[in-house]
């Protein structure tokens, strides 16, 4: 058994180390572009948004978000000056997923299918956004295939198939049966809705709740494994990274305990070190004299945290969240070393979602506090600034369904 006095020791992690995330991250995301079969997949989508395809008023989007075990459900309509309303929804189910446990695929696909018929209200074809925050291959028709699941979900037999076609073909002759459909990740929704904001160099969509990942624009030229037939006409492509599979350096025995014990050991090792499905996880094994209900997530940590009267449990709760946050910060210091290096000025904008990074009492601020050091330690000449937008998955995901495929 490991050691829990000095358990909340385990979890600091300084500036030097933080620098060495960054840069493993970097060159890790080099390797993911140059070829299939890396840590980090770097994954292209084939949606181009805001290239004569931008959204119109008049034009309607059904819009489908599939986080942690959430789904919404929503109907967005485009107004004057191409803006987006919600006009349905978002309508919230929780799916009886229980972790570790293959939940059945047409219960899984019906009950989508109802959420879409409740908010069409009559509507028909209309163009779908699917918002499905699990790794997946982008096909150049806007689909995507499941790689495989994470954060506990398992859904029985639909790893290596198209997410979106198989809803479609499940919906039958149903009337709300959309057109066509778009596969976005979570966080490449988070990165189109950052299109909306003020103009600057560098978008991010980072991802920091139940899971954790990051997109960004590559040009296409950095993307060795692109296929000739592939490149289409914008020259920036989405990348989903699947950042969460990185294997980071300096984690503590405790992280490679918890990873041994979890439904997929070797994969999302960053992930299980800084997300919401794995916080808990990880303070019970740093804590085995304590009962504690792990499924509870980072609120746990959170509560225990800010009690005070938790001793040394409280203390390693809030060292867990602190290097949580630095290293998030970490990874995204990393990933704008890899997009634009250090041999230019630039701005960019981190478009964050997440309960753990917006609600955890000061997490937000110590990923600032890294950002605000961290950059010029690496060489890097910017200013980076972290932005919210109301909705923006499904916000992001509305945009992709209304824009132009790349073919
Ligand atoms: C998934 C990503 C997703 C992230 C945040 C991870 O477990 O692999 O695709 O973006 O969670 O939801």
């Known amino acids: 058994m490991l050691e829990s006095r000095s358990a909340s020791g385990q979890f600091e992690i300084g500036v030097p180390q933080l620098a060495e995330v960054a ?11 140059a070829e299939d079969g890396h840590e980090i997949a770097a994954l292209p989508t084939f949606i181009s948004v805001g290239e004569g395809g931008a959204p119109v008023a008049g034009q309607s989007a ?3 978000d599939l986080g942690g075990t959430n789904l919404r459900a929503a109907r967005v309509n485009v107004v004057g000056g191409g803006e987006m309303v919600v006009a349905a929804g ?3 189910l929780t799916l009886p997923i229980r972790r570790g446990v293959a939940f059945p695929l047409e219960q899984f696909l019906g009950l989508q299918a109802r959420a879409l018929e409740e908010v069409a209200e009559g509507q028909t074809h209309l163009p779908l956004g699917y918002c499905f925050s699990y790794p997946a ?3 150049a028709q806007g689909d995507a295939t499941l790689i495989r699941w994470t954060k506990g979900v398992t859904i029985a037999g639909l790893e290596g198939r198209p997410v979106g076609r198989s809803l479609l073909d499940a919906m039958g002759e149903a009337l709300a049966r959309p057109e ?7 966080t490449v929704a988070a990165l189109f809705a950052s299109l909306s904001g003020p103009a600057t160099d560098g978008h991010v969509g980072l991802i920091v709740g139940t899971g954790n990942n990051m997109a960004t624009f590559f040009p296409a030229g950095r993307i060795g494994k ?3 037939s592939e490149l289409g006409g914008s020259d920036l492509i989405p990348v989903n990274l699947e950042s969460g599979n990185f294997s980071p350096p300096h984690l503590s025995p405790f992280d490679a305990q918890l990873d041994q014990l979890s439904e997929n050991p070797g994969y999302q090792r960053f992930e299980k070190a800084v997300s919401g499905a794995y916080l808990g996880r990880l303070l019970a094994l740093a804590h085995p004299e304590m009962e504690m209900d792990t499924e509870r997530g980072a609120q746990l940590l959170v509560e225990l945290a800010a009690s005070g009267t938790r001793g040394v449990a409280g203390e390693t709760a809030n060292a867990i969240l602190r290097r949580s946050a630095r290293l998030v910060a970490a990874s995204i210091c990393g990933l704008l070393l890899c997009r634009f290096g250090t041999g230019c000025e630039f701005s960019a904008r981190i478009l964050a979602e997440g309960s753990l990074f917006w609600k955890a009492p000061g997490y937000k601020e110590e990923v600032e506090r890294v950002l605000a050091t961290l950059p010029s330690q690496l060489g890097l000449r910017c200013t980076v600034q972290v932005a919210a937008s109301p909705n923006a998955n499904i916000m992001g ?6 824009s132009a495929r790349r073919h």
């Open 137 to 139: 291959r982008s096909t």
């Open 62 to 64: 059904l819009v489908l």
């Open 180 to 186: 066509r459909v778009a596969v976005v990740n979570d």
């Open 90 to 92: 978002p309508l919230e």
């Open 397 to 402: 995901t509305a945009l992709a369904a209304l």
């Open 23 to 33: 840069q493993a991250l970097s060159a890790r995301v080099e390797e993911g572009l």
């Open 226 to 228: 692109l296929q000739a």
